[in-house]
């Protein structure tokens, strides 16, 4: 692959500094926090505390750098047929659940994991001078034990602090923004439904006539101005996301027109798992203006749903992104 790939490089690099960033305010959160109770020792504790949190996704990142940014790729070219409305709807919500709730999660165990991957990266150096099996086997053995005695001392009490209190203020931050987050996504999906069938409309004309061109640039800009006009009109008035609901399902509807009528790329799995969550959120922001009238009141929790919904979303960019890294890594890519 002759593609230097920068958007993506810049993209993981900016990721990572982001990751970094993120742990320094978590240290100055807990030691600011925790100002009163802690000794010297343990503050000093807390000046590596980012450092040493951040160190095993800088290694691995680091160590599989060309794979992460061509996996990336690869995932852009998987969901090139959406459009930039849907990608901000998506990228929105991954990154709320990202950094709220992944990155706190998967942490602690890649704190373990680091304690056996370094060591076998060390093996494997070993192995390329030659070194006897049984002066590997040991070398590995006792620099998996030593750094996980030394993760584990350093880190089971201050982690412990972490998890307390970073997650009640994540909890907090998910009460907070989820509803804004999940008001703002759905105007987004609104713009993409609209711009899905005037594309669609683009797309059978040019069915018939192959001199017609899709005014891709713009449909873009016209989902833009819609993004910030509904984003305007449901800060305005929250009941606008029941009108945001039916300009939700153009985006599935249409995606079930382009398959009954052949319309589809090769990619038309994405897209139809694109349609089924935005039929998710419509559904949900449905159940909120019922909840308002009283008709169900006290029988669902909104909450969960919009957070069930928002992780779904989220999942489901993840999971192809992953699924991406891994077939390149695999060197199982369909893009020339």
Known sequence: MNDSAVLEKVVLNVFL??????????????????????????????????VIMYLPWLMII???????????????YRIRMLSIAHKAFYTILTLFVIFIIIIPTVTPLMMIAIAFYFPYLVAVKLKTFGFRKSIILITYAFLSVVIFIIILIMLIPFYTIFLKEVFKQSLGLIETYLSLIFGISMCIGASAGIGSVIKLIYVGAREYDRSVVIPQKEINILELFLVIAFSFMFLLKESFLIIASGFLFLSPITTMIKRVKGLSISESNIDFVSGIIFVIFALTSLFMSIEKYGIIIGLIDLSRIKLSAVLMASIMFLVILIISIIDYAREKYEFE
């Open 62 to 76: 680091s160590y599989n750098y060309e794979t992460f940014v061509y996996g990336m790729k690869l995932f852009k």
């Open 17 to 50: 500094i982001l990751l970094l960033i993120y742990y320094i305010f978590i240290w100055r959160f807990i030691t600011i926090t925790l100002s009163t109770n802690i000794n010297y020792a343990y503050n000093y504790l807390a000046v590596i505390f980012p």
